[in-house]
């Protein structure tokens, strides 16, 4: 028997419909690649981005077809993914750090109709607008007067020419809440990028979850500015939250140094923001040489990569600033979990609740997940037992797009390539990447650990921990070091500096120090590249 | 082209599993029938609402089949949610306040098959044993001891048996999302009740949303005494919101008079409750007489009727509590609305902050509403068009339990039944029942407004606003007052008390004062007995 409550398909349309009927004043602010600061609402966005869908139907995209972005966050990005996945279209956000034969590859894979791109970008159009097989148009994400007079890409569209030829009488169709939405590749190790296909109702599930008070705790008060990008996993789903609390969005576009990102922050009253642990370092070496303070925001969500506990305490103890430490990744839209605290830790001393901040959190509602060990069996949730992650959950991957490298379940179970433990509070701790666990005379060692000690000693900007091969053990950690501009430390001060804080066997054998850890399209530390380099390293325990 | 992630359905039976890994040791408490105060945890209810569920499937309940409950707020009751939906069988929640024959009609009707009840209402099942025509087993929703040694009912079972014969090895069952959850009656004006019946997937919505921060804001670190019953729409939801955000639960059982709730919220740290107007009135005025103070609550959902804007100062200035006042109906889940503030009121006075507290609040993600003319012509939201409130949305009616009254829907919107005004900034003002208005020569008077005045005049207890016959203006405002114990007011300083605060020919023609005002089942004031009453009055206008 079925209850008798309206049907109405969850639709991402339905977004920006409330938002211009609920919440049409509230402000969206950008900065934008032209140079300035531009100032919009959430009903002209909605209009526009009516006005953008009439805009590609007139360019010949059907439901279903892909259409892709290279574009920094800004209010024409926002527009994008109403006017695309509102009208039936895929948004494919595609990430310009890539390498130009990744994106064409990419392009090429999703068979990609139009392309839209920020004007930073062209250099890099330009070397793929001859090459890519299925792209029909360029579209450069800006208006008439700030176009090259030859841009050296043929038929090449302007995005306020579009936005003009059309009126915004568009009714958004209805359809199946589970058509493709949006599209997002995620750079494996190895072999190609694999595209992740979002649908309406993973990304309408997804949106509500994260808006959780236990999630980013994001509501109508709020100002959110998203430093993660809206290339990579839809901004961990801002994008969408802001239009469904009515939150004010604040756009950072290209400026992602800290002084840019910092007097964005003062000057829009930002409240809650989202970024990776390289992002707020940068931001945090700013406001620390300048003797800055925030003066509204209050949380900062962080993710990516593991928060070095140092930087959770350093929001928290000389900003006021509380980090919610997140994890998930590209294959699960992308929130899993967040270091939310529960009632029990509240009568807690500070070092406790510095400890329940510092691990990579609980589920949020609609994730799943458990631990197994080689054997495929469960492993209690004891804080200690630690083995390979798996998680479920309505927006999570089933398989990638055109099934690339198979069924990556198991029973039912993605398998997310991290290692980690969960504690009896449900808490979770990643201690490494699969691929990054050291392994010493059969025992796992967790890199990550090692990293985030070295990263709290002062003279270190960042820090690896990589295995080096061992004749005895098969491995053992060796941790690769950037130092601080100015600032010295040796080899001997550094392993020291272990004493105590992890099991004497975890300490690393040897440092080497170097002038930059290379760093992927997303920044997280590419671990592959520094193995490679440092195969043949000798260690002096060898 | 459909999206490539996990499909899973939305099933009530995943909030006591998340609740279960993830805040088993949580604690649910109860003030219990029995006399004492239970103590009890997720783990425990998730495993005993699993026993339950095979219990209900050895008494021969098949997915489908309806479960009834005549049953205070408590952990046994919470525990019949999750067994009886959670296993496939339709909960349905009677109201114990309704006539013996009301009963016997919505269980026949529903063609219960169970009824499971608190001993409170044992000489109620004594009255309907031999007459309900499908019930096969009574089951008495305590322990063996506590059940007289001849109950009167034939068959009579007992809960604790029921669980004791079972283990709690039992998976719940997967299957669509749009089966049916859930039943409650609502009783109309004219005609016999009605039933409305939620599915897995309205209520998992509704649940996501209700938790929003802009709507009842709860996470895992409150403490929510639900005072609004479980027998009447869920308890607004919180007994889902509780087990998915991981909040404590406090159920105040039969225990509803000032003294009782008090003694709870401070005993137990509640942070957060939820009940219609009348009862917070018995509540403040004990905690008014004893000179006392709430240590812990912050925020009080008030609905099921507007709250007195006096009430809402009360809570605020006297007691620092924040009042959530919200809308909706039994076939609304029941949340449309709630007055959460927007980021522009922050800057604002407390009287301004005040009348945004005052309105009936904005809608909530996921409804959709409007006010329609005579004419069904949309009206505009400027605060002052006033017209029928219609709504939409994924938990939200489309017809009735065996289509009783046929298609309530017009061009796919409920009626109401609310006469409404919404501001621009989206918050809806009910200023009356649709049949409640007063029509003085072809022009609405919205009663409400005209009783929020009087219940602000310090002698008044209670007052309705109900239309008596005019010769002239076919319908002119009569007020029904109900004084304070010991207080003394006059009908012409009643009707001086307006003069100013509202359109002078809004003013009521004539004051009378009764002993009590009938309520309904739920705490409503039954204005339709009063017209009734007063339908030979003779005004001193006319």
Redesign the interface.
Known sequence: ????????P?LISSLI??AE???GD?EIVSRRVEGDIHRTTYKEVASRSRRMAKALAALGVK??DRVATLAWNGYRHMELYFAVSGSGA?LHTVNPRLHPDQITYIADHAEDQVLFFDMTFLPLIQAIAGRTKTIRHFVAMTDRAHLPADAKVPGLLCYEDLVDAQDDRYDWPSF?E????SLCYTSGTTGNPKG???????TM?HT??A????GL???????VLPVVPMFHVNAWGIVYVGP???A?LVFPGAGLDGKSLYELFEAEGVTLSAGVPTVWQGLLGYVEANGLKFSTMRRSAIGGSACPPAMIRKFLNDYGVQVIHAWGMTEM?PIGTAA????KH?AMGQEDRFAVMATQG??V?GV?MKIVGEDGRDLPWDGEASGDLLV??????????KNEGGDPLKD?W?PTGDVAKINA??YMIITDRSKDVIKSGGEWIGSIDLENIAMAHPAVAMAACIAARHPKWDERPLLVVVKKPGAEVTREELIAFYDGKIAKWWTPDDVVFVDAIPLGATGKMQKIKLREQFKEHQLPSA
């Open positions: 028997m079925f209850g008798q409550m309206m049907q109405q969850l419909v409330h009927r609920h919440h509230r439901p279903g895929v199946d589970n058509t493709a939405s992740v296909l979002y649908s309406h109702r993973s599930l509500m979850s808006a959780l008070p236990d705790d994001c509501s109508a008060a709020d100002v469904m609390t009515g004010k839209s939310s605290f529960k009632a509240a609980r589920a509602f799943d479920r959950g309505p927006w999570i991957i089933s398989s990638y797009f039912g993605f509070d449900g």
